[in-house]
């Protein structure tokens, strides 16, 4: 079955570097989404993407944050200078078609830890 | 501004065991519900989608249920398993914007 896959599974930065997070989205999908996950804390909503631009974002995503589909295949989440509080599993999603509205099933990859000393 | 909640937070419960996890969302006007399953320093595994217009879903053991005017939905699993041991979230979307998740419940299934 078709699966969401991100890379690498961990990253150890320090403080005010810049990460690039790699997901490669189900092959056929065209909604891409990032998301978040504090440790012990809920899923975030981050950015959704569609036809190379952002469709939404949410107050989390500022100006450290950017996205973007450099080829065919991979979608990235760069953060430009990573902060304490960026520590988190970052999870990329996918869907088939519709956006939001969608009446499509997200697929999530395994997530990204990211953790910033 | 959408918020949802899980209850219980936490649910322990011997092998063959029926149960429910109930999930409740302040804005009725979603366009559909999710339920993922998330093991622990995993990802998200889709378990059920229901669509606004739909009041319930089943696939194998597990049967979720939509009753938007009330907020709220349910997942029941039948004859649970060890292996359904996890943390189960609803997720519910409304129009034009994206998931907003619930905080979980943590699910063990003693054998």
């Known amino acids: 079955e078709p699966e969401v896959t991100q890379t690498p599974s961990h990253q150890v930065t320090q403080m005010g570097q810049e990460v690039i997070l790699r997901c490669v989205p189900i092959s056929n999908h065209l909604y891409f989404y990032w998301y978040r996950q504090i440790l012990g804390q809920k899923v975030e909503f981050l950015v959704s993407f569609y036809n190379n631009e952002i469709s939404e974002k949410s107050e989390i995503f500022d100006d450290q944050f950017s996205v973007e589909r450099p080829d065919g295949s991979n979608f990235t989440l760069k953060i430009r200078s990573t902060k304490l509080e960026d520590s988190a599993m970052y999870f990329c999603?996918?869907?088939?078609?519709?956006?939001?509205?969608?009446?499509?099933?997200?697929?999530f990859g395994p997530g990204t830890r990211l953790t910033v000393l | 501004k959408q918020e949802v909640t899980q209850i219980p937070a936490a649910l322990s419960v011997p092998e063959g065991e029926n149960l429910v996890l109930n999930c409740s969302f302040t804005?009725?006007?979603?366009?559909?519900l999710q339920w993922f399953r998330q093991d622990p320093g995993k990802g998200l595994t889709s378990l059920l989608l229901?669509?606004?217009?739909?009041r319930e879903q089943t696939s194998g053991r597990l049967n979720a249920s939509l009753d938007k005017s009330s907020g709220r939905s349910t997942l029941y699993i039948a004859a649970s398993q060890p292996g359904d041991s996890a943390t189960y979230l609803c997720a519910v979307i409304l129009y034009g914007q994206n998931f907003v998740f619930g905080p979980g419940t943590r699910l063990s299934v003693l054998p």
């Open positions: 999603a996918s869907t088939a078609r519709g956006g939001p509205p969608s009446t499509d099933t997200q697929y």
């Open positions: 229901i669509q606004s217009s739909q």
């Open positions: 804005d009725s006007a979603i366009y559909n």
